[in-house]
């Protein structure tokens, strides 16, 4: 079992910037392929980015792409999520997971991930 707690979330202008944070509990981090997902209201949960055991291979959704910027520090047990270039359709609430499993077919489907943290709210403003 591990647990996942997010921070970071909070207000910021369009243009602006925010940095998430995931920090995990439990068992060894670096097993755990890791995710950041968002949904906002109305919309259906979408695939943000993941980054593998490592760190060396990193993904993202579309929308986000050479905006955002995932990472982690397995001797912190965290995973990051750089948020640049922010725009009004970035609000949202976001969520990190971890899954015990790798499918390359699959990393952007929340299907693969076994555990999720509670999400932090990301507004930002025009």
């Known amino acids: 079992q591990v647990q996942l707690v997010e921070s970071g979330g909070g207000l910021a202008q369009a243009g602006g910037s925010l940095r998430l944070s995931c920090v995990a509990s439990?068992?060894?981090?670096?097993?755990?392929?890791m995710g950041w997902f968002r949904q906002a209201p109305g919309k259906e949960r979408e695939f943000v980015a993941a980054?593998?055991?490592?760190?060396?291979?990193?993904y993202y959704g579309d929308s986000v792409k050479g905006r955002f910027t995932i990472s982690r520090d397995n001797t912190k047990n965290a995973v990051y999520l750089q948020m640049n270039s922010l725009t009004p359709l970035d609000t949202a609430v976001y969520y990190c997971?971890?899954?015990?499993?790798?499918?390359?077919?699959?990393?952007?489907?929340?299907?693969?991930?076994?555990?999720w943290g509670q999400g932090t709210q990301v507004t930002v403003s025009s």
């Open positions: 439990g068992r060894t981090f670096s097993t755990y392929f």
């Open positions: 980054i593998s055991w490592s760190g060396g291979t990193t």
């Open positions: 997971a971890a899954s015990t499993t790798y499918r390359s077919d699959r990393l952007r489907l929340g299907t693969m991930y076994d555990y």
